[in-house]
């Protein structure tokens, strides 16, 4: 049997999931300037995922790098949910 689709499904399920308050905190405590952070990330996870001999270790972090460049968007897209009220303002901004 082949475990790979498995594993590496469930591995891109969790990393999305656990990107979404990622995304929300990184908004919250550092507004949209960090988006540099996300972008440097998510170009070393696709790097490193290019050199990495192990398919299953090499997909997560495709999947990785590429759900940090997607954050670059939706931490945008936080901001303007944050001005709708949808989410809390930190006030020490």
């Known amino acids: 049997m082949n475990w790979q689709g498995i594993i590496i499904g469930s591995a891109s399920f969790l990393i999305i999931g656990i990107f ?3 995304v929300i905190k ?3 405590y550092f507004s949209k300037k960090i988006w ?6 998510g170009i070393i996870f696709i790097l490193l995922s290019v050199c ?9 972090m495709g999947v990785t790098g ?6 670059i ?3 945008f897209e936080q901001e303007e949910r944050v ?3 949808w989410f809390p ?3 020490k901004k």
């Open 20 to 22: 979404h308050p990622i």
């Open 26 to 28: 990184s908004e919250y």
């Open 36 to 41: 540099p952070l996300f972008l440097a990330l």
């Open 52 to 60: 990495v001999k192990a398919q299953i270790l090499s997909s997560i």
């Open 66 to 71: 590429f759900s940090c460049l997607w954050s």
């Open 73 to 75: 968007h939706e931490i």
């Open 83 to 85: 001005k709708k009220g």
């Open 89 to 91: 303002k930190n006030p």
